[in-house]
């Protein structure tokens, strides 16, 4: 019943619902990106110098970039690279970051402070300035920018937990639980956890938005994705180097960022409308 | 427990930018050094001691206020940030305040036409500013205008020419303060026309958060009694919204305006690089690149602490709300 009430709000709101929709049609492209393309063989190699810099055309329609590759065909496959990378490093952050949300909030006492001054010191640091020193000490590539993101990210998890299993484990079911002797794991993981997916849930949705823009960032600062790789934010990079020559180039790169980014934050705002009670009361 | 935090960061960083294989003294050297040439940087920036005693030597150090020595210019890190620090602080403010300016009313305007197209308007605009990346914007910025307009400048604070042939005031150090105090317009001019790029894509990100925060501040507040009792009483609107409304989603707004300096601050490591500007975070984007690890640590530690304290400040102007119990 909440389920379905909660999409019937989502409907209701125009802009997150076109948001929704515009999501499922980039979940679509980056499974389909290799046939999508029009020139495949762009994606990693292919170089064309008769046809570089050609202005968008029938032929090309977000043009070529230096190497005279079709700059459509490698923003599709970004769309790929892009969403894939980013929903590893929100699942890893989140395989890090709930358990041990978990265990500080059930356990309380040294357990917790030690857990919580570890995500305090994280949560210190700016999220960007972390990645982009983790990143760089890794080494500048894909797995080891995603691995950095992930590091800077899961301290929020922790915390949002931590909050949610301090408030349930005082709750009837919990006690009862406990007085019967079902062990702590089982209490943790099969009576605790399932009532935390929600927040979890909604967290990690709106959190795609800030990665995928975050990942994109530390490509843009070549310390992500490598060439030949065709990433957004390593696009935007290179394209720099002739923005005089090419406008289209960094162009539509970042105007595809920029559009499942935004899609992604105004799924996550109408989300939390939805589900913030505080808000409905002033109708 | 601020102290606590900090002093974790140090240690942190400290042992972060050692676990990894690169080689410093090989930096410090030069790629040409021959071995005894390595040796005795290695010496010189005692990487022959153990790890806990380099650990000792740099905490002690940077209690005197010593950060160390940059490897690629061999200047003190400390000397170096405090020259660079105004330049980021004038951007970070000036950005900042615009977008509180502007973010406050939209926000306020946003509550008070709840689900009307205003309020639509602004969520999308307010959304779009969180979500555009900053290096796009940049890069648009810069193609229409400074390559079709040709009315702005590409990058940097001053023009050249203005930066080789002309006496520049220095009283307080941020250029932009002095060129006030000492009357200097062309210089002021064209510190202003050099600031709009680089303060509109740092403050993008600030003004979306800002006016969501006071939107959702000021709902809950409208849907307070006190503000249906004092409509009700035929109290003016607008007296309502200001007087009773805005005054108590003033906990809520600082909260954001704290927020909104660390994430302008942060916004500066992509932008000063994209603009030449000459501040902290074009410092901080340069040393990562080259692993240069005294001049990270140093602009941690920094970044850090300028985070903690807003944080301490936020707590403290909320405490002076008699109602709030610390």
Not at chain 2, 220 to 238: Q, T
């Amino acid at each position: 019943m909440r389920v379905r009430d909660t999409i019937y709000q989502l409907k209701k709101n125009r802009l997150t619902f076109s948001a929704l929709i515009f999501i499922g049609f980039l979940a679509i492209i980056a499974i389909l990106s290799p046939f999508l393309a029009p020139y495949p063989a762009h994606l990693y190699g292919g170089v064309n110098p008769a046809h570089k810099f050609l202005p968008p055309s029938s032929e090309y329609f977000f043009g070529t970039d230096e190497a005279g590759r079709d700059i459509f065909s490698r923003v599709i496959y970004g769309t790929r690279i892009s969403l894939f990378a980013s929903l590893i490093s929100v699942t890893f952050a989140l395989f890090l970051g709930v358990p041990l949300g978990l265990i500080a909030g059930y356990y309380g006492g040294v357990v917790d402070e030690l857990i919580m001054r570890v995500v305090d010191i994280f949560l210190s640091f700016p999220p960007l300035l972390l990645a982009m020193i983790i990143a760089a000490y890794l080494g500048p590539s894909l797995r080891n920018a995603v691995l950095a993101i992930t590091v800077a990210w899961w301290p929020w998890h922790t915390r949002l937990i931590r909050g949610q299993v301090v408030s349930i484990k005082e709750k009837e079911f919990v006690r009862s639980a406990r007085a019967i002797g079902t062990s702590s794991r089982v209490i943790m993981f099969k009576h605790i956890l399932p009532n935390c997916i929600s927040p979890i849930m909604v967290q990690a949705s709106m959190d795609l938005g800030g990665v995928i823009l975050t990942l994109a960032s530390l490509s843009f600062l070549g310390l992500g994705a490598q060439a030949p790789m065709p990433e957004w934010g390593l696009m935007i990079n290179i394209s720099r180097t002739y923005f005089m020559q090419a406008w289209w180039y960094g162009f539509f790169p970042g105007l595809f960022i920029f559009l499942t980014v935004l899609s992604f934050n105004l799924l996550g705002d109408g989300i939390r409308e939805v589900l913030d009670p505080k808000i409905h009361k002033g109708k | 427990m601020a102290i606590l935090t900090i002093l974790g960061v140090i240690i942190l960083t400290f042992f972060l930018v050692r676990v990894v294989p690169s080689d410093p003294a090989r930096q410090w050297a030069g790629s040409k050094a021959n071995p005894e040439q390595l040796a005795l940087a290695r010496q010189e920036l005692g990487l022959d001691k153990p790890i806990i005693v380099q650990f000792k030597i740099y905490f002690t150090n940077m209690l005197k206020g010593d950060l160390g020595y940059s490897h690629t210019s061999h200047r003190p890190v400390s000397e170096e940030l405090k020259n660079r620090f105004p330049a980021t602080l004038e951007l970070v403010l000036v950005a900042s305040l615009t977008a509180l300016l502007l973010g406050i009313p939209v926000g306020l305007m946003a509550a008070k036409f709840k689900n009307g197209w205003l309020d639509h308007l602004s969520r999308l605009t307010s959304i779009a500013a969180i979500s555009v990346p900053t290096f796009w914007v940049a890069l648009i910025l810069q193609l229409v205008f400074f390559m079709f307009l040709k009315l702005l400048p590409y990058g940097g604070q001053l023009d050249t020419e203005i930066k080789l042939f002309q006496q520049l005031p220095h009283v307080t150090g941020f250029l932009l303060v002095d060129s006030i105090i000492t009357g200097n317009f062309p210089i002021l001019l064209n510190l202003l026309k050099h600031m709009i790029m680089p303060v509109v894509c740092v403050g993008a990100y600030t003004f979306g958060l800002v006016s969501r925060m006071t939107r959702s501040a000021m709902l809950e507040i409208l849907s307070e009694d006190y503000i249906k009792a004092s409509r009700s009483y035929g109290l003016g609107e607008l007296f309502v919204l200001f007087r009773y409304g805005l005054k108590n989603s003033l906990g809520p707004t600082i909260t954001a305006a704290t927020l909104a300096l660390g994430y302008a601050f942060m916004n500066t490591f992509m932008v000063e690089s994209i603009f030449n500007w000459p501040g902290i975070g074009k410092y901080v984007a340069d040393s990562i690149l080259a692993l240069n690890y005294p001049a990270i640590m140093g602009v941690t530690l920094l970044a850090t602490i300028f985070y903690i304290l807003l944080n301490v400040i936020a707590d403290l102007i909320i405490a002076l709300d008699p109602r709030v119990k610390l």
